[in-house]
């Protein structure tokens, strides 16, 4: 299985770790669609994945999160909670995400690189110039796997994002808005870039903020933030 189809040459390739992206952020689709033969045809190609094994040496979280884990729980919501395979594998590759939440300040690396080892006790080391988007839309999908695992810890690895995107809202360059890049170095997250835009770099991150009012028991500070 591969990620895309090249439809002139007939080949394909793998642009996000290699998971099969296109079925599995389709499998929605194909419900709503009505294409029960193709939806679990898919499924059963989807009982073959193993997302605790990339098939890359680094694993994209912003992308793995909103293609993957977001097609999986789509898909789950979608189809009234039916087929327990998609509940499966979307703990499945929560759990493996989790892993890259383990930074000294609790931002997630943009990009795991899953087979590094890290020292006992020691942490992934923060990174400068990280994409707003990259670490401010994970939160519907992680705030929905805990609600549907009934495991908070998804939850509250986003919330260690949000509290962080609060305190700082009001002291950059433009109070009220995150510049585009962020350091992520340290213990606290910070924003000293003077470049904002809502387009590429940082629209999910402010598409996000406002959904998340309605998906999470800290409304209030999705409130505030949005």
């Known amino acids: 299985m591969h990620d895309e189809v090249m439809p002139l040459s007939g080949g ?9 992206a296109t079925l599995v952020d389709s499998l ?10 193709e939806f679990e045809e898919a499924l059963e190609f989807l009982k073959q994945i193993d997302f605790s094994k990339p098939n890359a040496e680094r694993v994209p979280v912003f992308e793995t999160t909103i293609r993957y884990l977001g097609g999986l729980l789509g898909a789950w919501d979608i189809s009234g909670h039916q087929y327990p395979i998609l509940l499966e594998k979307a703990k499945q590759l929560g759990d493996f995400l989790f892993r890259a939440f383990n930074t000294e300040n609790g931002i997630p690396t943009p ?20 994409l707003v988007a990259q670490i401010a839309s994970l939160s519907l999908e992680f ?10 810890k998804y939850e509250n690895a986003i919330q260690k994002i949000t509290d962080q995107l609060e305190n700082t809202q009001n002291t950059t360059a433009l109070p009220g808005l995150w510049p585009s890049q962020a350091n ?3 213990p606290n997250l910070t924003f000293t870039s ?7 770099f940082a629209d999910s991150a402010f598409e996000y903020l406002p959904k998340n009012a309605f998906n999470t028991s800290k409304i209030h500070i999705c409130r505030t933030i949005s």
Do not use: H
């Not at 929605?28 to 033969?37: A, F, H, P, Q, R």
């Open 143 to 152: 705030i929905r796997l805990s609600q549907v695992t009934g495991d908070l």
């Open 184 to 186: 992520c170095m340290g």
């Open 28 to 37: 929605d689709t194909l419900y709503i669609m009505g294409l029960k033969e």
């Open 12 to 20: 394909q390739k793998d642009t996000f770790v290699g998971w099969a």
């Open 111 to 130: 990009y795991y690189w899953w087979e590094k080892e890290l020292p006992k006790g020691g942490t992934i080391p923060g990174e400068n110039g990280v």
């Open 194 to 200: 003077r470049s904002f835009t809502l387009g590429a």
